[in-house]
């Protein structure tokens, strides 16, 4: 197991930013790959995985060194308690980091998420590209929850349980966006995508409202728990959007972030939507976006630049650090999950 | 995209290759003499194996702790410099890589240094494996390096807790899970084929695991299986070469050994397990770590033979699989059906189109014997240069923009350049026939690089555009007849050597440019001494009856110079004197040397009288000499 003199403990962080910033409420993460010259093989000469933004605005890195982790779960009932996304599986950790175990065996590669349930934190939820995986053992096993699932087109990009009800989740799969109630004991597909559909979230204000990137079909809206889904029409189809943001301090604000596109906001609930890119790098090519459910403060990741943040929504942007990486999530993690 | 097609410390060592002595590197080619006696044999494969390992140990600096795993094992199989191994293990195990091309390069030292190595430097290696989370990676031979590298550490270090190990898992679980995917491995390619089939460096990456389970595993099934893998790799590779030099489809190949068909880490497993061409510069990189452990192992007669010793031309069908797509297939793994048919002066190699892999594949060749390799460009062919997103979703789990401007910075540099001459595409569909081969291309407009591709070698002669509409040429004793179907401009072009920097010269190679979506391309291969002269070949092949046209689907009727007549129609099946071909009959192996039923995992070699049965479902190997 993995032990870095070099590597910060999460609880070390958590106590530090805590103190430092007594108003906040939720920890952020950040996962991403700062990668100068590795290929598989060679020796690591940057820090690469999770980071955490600490209240003096640094992003402090800790945990395991390791490239090509994309995404991150916390156990809501004990922040020590996470789950990596990693091309070498799942990896778990019950100590904050510091060890880490691959949960998965080789038949399992390259998931590309991981959620817990928040209403049922031993269950967790892995999007892998051949399908999708449910731990109901706290990371201890990881059968396969296909049922319903079509034998080609599984691939899954993101996985997110629905925070009002235990076992029901939402998977965006290559075919479609897939919905399960029982705990992933049967998928049904309640939206036919032509490409793969790369993102889907919960609004933090309205459990029935959730929202969806695709890489064809534009961004996609459910106003029923995700029964049904319609286009914005406001928002262009030809490119992908990579990821959606909800703005917890405000139900009116949502934010879109892919690579032609950059940054697409809205503040009227998605009746408009607008541009944001100026003051990011030319061409912007922005990997993902996040908001502060604190603050409403906008992240953007530019590929391989830095991450970039406003406080005015997008108007204006500042760097505001992890320069040179590549960043696959933003996590925010509410502060009472100890 | 994590797969680099070398590893950093491979290039430094082809670097200090240039510096020092490397015997047969320097030396004539070898002469085509088939050795017959086996004392022979076995003194000249000693021979070699020694050169590499010899070489490599003397390119440690006088004085200086060594940074290269690969002369430390050089060291250590010549029982010499135990303490400065040591030493210098100790302080590269400070800041350990990551992943595969790490990980047995580890384990080499770690199993000769067993006996050698002090107690501090054995721990320091250990340490590694504990505090560094090694990449497993995302390809065949990532996983076949990484589980074979991660088993053999397991056995060494066995009952050992789970926080001892980068995993997490205890020593039982990651030797279970490692030997569970290694026979799975094995089962996928003893049955529907191997996916990275025939490639050109990443041959390497799958005998030398094979050769270290041979070598050291603990678990005599294992043992015996690294064993039987090894030799069919070796069988597969004989069977695939002309004189030595890998030919025809590659799954993954580069830049360089796409047209210098012999600069290829292929051509030091030909050199070193059959003697019968030069190794690439410094063995290769990474052929110190297949030599550290050859003399445990005797190459069969019946694989040196049929690698060495041929007499009739013959034509090997074999059946692999394409990379694992993750979406935009209906299939997870497609078949590949591969064909040689392969003479005294030349050989024709294809697959029937499509990608078997997102960026390196090599679809199909005509390749000339030449006296001396080294330099030469004997190989033609042409191609669709994809370039495309979508394509690399398919098999990478990744968003879909960057990855063109990504994998074009690790050691694909050509991947979206509209010139290139390596990959595949879904818009070309080939169908070979002995030595013709018809290549159709529809490509879609809207397409990145809408155009195809065909090389022109510096090395060949005689290139003559003839009024026809055929260009003539010769390579090496071998006349070429190329048909494009469509108008071109035929030009010179600064070639892309590196796959790595992307850096380009002007080789003297000239490129077949056709920018036409609807396109084809038809090649008539011939030995010279078939004809009285160049002219008579021309003439020959101006008399064949040809029909051809391009919309509203490439279509071509044409009858070879063997006598068949081809009915080619683009995403139809080929059909021979009046008979459509059926593929889903191919076997894994059918040919006068390597036979194996699809499913079989048994596969019969046979040379002459002699034969050898591998047969994966009893783990036996089985030798006769057959009766006439």
Not at chain 1, 313 to 325: A, I, P, V, Y
Not at chain 2, 125 to 148: F, L, P
Request: glycine share 8%.
């Amino acid at each position: 197991m993995i032990r870095s003199k070099i590597l910060l403990s999460l609880l070390g962080l958590l106590a530090g930013s805590a103190a430092a910033a007594p108003a906040s409420r939720h920890d952020m993460f950040v996962v991403a790959s700062i990668n100068n010259g590795f290929v598989v093989g060679s020796k690591m000469v940057t820090l690469s995985g999770l980071f955490q933004r600490g209240a003096d605005n640094s992003y402090g890195h800790f945990g395991l060194n390791f490239p090509f982790i994309v995404s991150l779960a916390v156990d809501p009932r004990d922040a020590k308690v996470l789950y990596a996304a990693s091309i070498n599986g799942v990896l778990c950790s019950t100590d904050g980091g510091q060890n880490w175990r691959i949960g998965t065996s080789w038949d399992m590669t390259e998931p590309k998420d991981v959620c817990v349930d928040p209403n049922a934190p031993d269950h967790i939820y892995l999007a892998l590209p051949d399908g999708i995986a449910v731990s109901t053992d706290r990371g201890a096993t990881w059968p396969r929850r296909e049922n319903g699932l079509p034998e080609r087109g599984k691939y899954t990009q993101a996985v997110r349980v629905d925070r009002t009800r235990a076992g029901r989740a939402l998977a965006a799969c290559e075919s479609g966006i897939y919905l399960t109630e029982d705990t992933a004991g049967s998928w049904r597909r309640v939206f036919a995508a032509a490409a793969t559909v790369t993102d889907v979230r919960q609004s933090p204000h309205d459990s029935k409202l959730w929202l969806a990137t695709t890489q064809s079909d534009g961004v996609l809206a459910s106003r029923d728990g995700g029964l049904t889904w319609k286009k914005f029409a406001g928002l262009p189809t030809a490119e992908a959007h990579y990821n959606v943001a909800f703005d917890a301090t405000n139900p009116r604000r949502f934010a879109i972030g892919g690579w032609t596109y950059g940054v697409l906001v809205t503040e009227d609930g998605g009746e408009t939507w607008i541009e944001r890119n100026t003051g990011l790098p030319e061409g912007h090519c922005v990997f993902r976006v996040g908001i502060d459910p604190d603050n409403g403060r906008l992240f953007a990741a530019v590929y391989k630049d830095a991450v970039f943040a406003s406080d005015d929504f997008g108007r204006t942007w500042r760097k505001d650090g992890l320069e040179g990486s590549l960043v696959y999530n933003f996590h925010f993690v509410p502060k009472s999950a100890k | 995209m994590k797969a680099p097609t070398l590893f950093l410390s491979a290039l430094t060592v082809l670097a200090a290759a240039q510096l020092t002595a490397q015997p047969s590197f320097t030396a004539p080619a070898p002469a085509s003499v088939v050795l017959k006696q086996a004392d022979q044999r076995r003194a000249a494969y000693e021979a070699r194996v020694d050169e590499v390992v010899t070489w490599r140990a003397s390119l440690a600096k006088p004085g200086e702790l060594l940074t290269d795993m690969g002369i430390i094992a050089a060291k250590l199989v010549r029982r010499e410099d135990a303490d400065l191994c040591s030493r210098s293990v100790i302080e590269l195990m400070k800041d350990p890589g990551t992943g595969p091309f790490w990980m047995f390069p580890a384990v080499s030292v770690a199993y000769l240094g067993r006996d050698q190595l002090s107690p501090e430097a054995k721990k320091s290696i250990r340490d590694a494996w504990r505090k560094v989370m090694q990449v497993r990676g995302d390809t065949e031979n990532h996983w076949a390096m990484y589980y074979t590298s991660l088993y053999l550490m397991s056995e060494l270090y066995p009952n050992e807790p789970a926080d001892s190990w980068y995993s997490g898992k205890n020593s039982a679980e990651n030797l279970a899970e490692s030997r569970e995917y290694l026979i799975h491995w094995m089962d996928l390619a003893t049955t529907v084929g191997q996916g990275e089939f025939n490639p050109t460096h990443y041959i390497g990456e799958y005998a030398i695991p094979m050769m270290f389970l041979a070598a050291w595993a603990q678990d005599p099934e294992m043992r015996i299986r690294g064993q039987m893998k090894l030799d069919w790799l070796l069988a597969d590779l004989a069977e695939n070469t002309l004189n030595g030099v890998l030919h025809g489809a590659n799954a993954r190949t580069d830049d360089t050994s796409v047209i210098e068909r012999w600069n290829a880490l292929a051509s030091f497993f030909s050199w070193i397990a059959f003697g019968n061409t030069p190794p690439p510069a410094g063995y290769g990189g990474w052929g110190i770590y297949f030599a550290i452990a050859a003399k445990g192992y005797d190459v069969p007669e019946v694989i040196y033979r049929i690698a060495t010793d041929r007499g009739d031309d013959f034509l090997q069908r074999d059946l692999k699989r394409t990379r694992r797509r993750w979406r935009n297939s209906d299939v997870l793994m497609a078949p590949i059906y591969k064909q040689n048919y392969t003479r005294r002066g030349y050989a024709v190699g294809s697959y029937q189109g499509g990608m078997a892999d997102p960026i390196q594949t090599h679809v199909w060749d005509v390749t000339w014997a030449v006296p001396d390799p080294r330099g030469v460009h004997n190989t033609m062919f042409s191609m669709h240069p994809m370039s495309s997103g979508y394509d690399m979703q398919t098999y990478f789990t990744e968003l879909p923009d960057q990855m063109i401007k990504g994998v074009t910075k690790e050691g694909k540099a050509s991947y979206d350049s509209p010139d290139k001459f390596l990959g595949g595409s879904r818009f070309e569909q080939v169908f070979q026939d002995l030595d013709t081969v018809i290549a159709l291309y529809d490509i879609p407009a809207g397409t990145r690089f809408p155009h195809i591709n065909g090389f022109f070698s510096k090395d060949l002669v005689n290139l003559t555009v003839d009024p026809s509409g055929w260009i003539f040429a010769q390579g090496g004793n071998t006349y070429l007849a190329y048909r494009p179907l469509a108008d071109y401009e035929l030009k010179s072009i600064a070639r892309i050597k590196s796959s790595w920097t992307g850096e380009r010269s002007d080789t003297g190679d000239k490129i077949l440019y056709s920018p036409h979506l609807k396109n084809g391309t038809i090649v008539q291969a011939a030995a010279a001494g078939e004809f009285k002269d160049f002219a008579a070949f021309q003439a020959a092949i101006r008399a064949l009856s040809l029909e051809f046209k391009l919309a509203p689907v490439p279509t071509v009727k044409f009858t070879t110079l063997r006598g068949k007549t081809v009915v080619c129609t683009y995403g139809a099946a080929p059909v021979v004197n009046g008979q459509p071909v059926d593929y889903t009959k191919w076997k894994l192996f059918e040919g006068p040397y390597l036979n194996a039923e699809k499913g079989s995992r048994r596969l019969t070699l046979t040379h002459g009288h002699l034969e050898r049965v591998l047969d994966f479902n009893t783990l036996t190997i089985t030798d006769r000499v057959r009766a006439n």
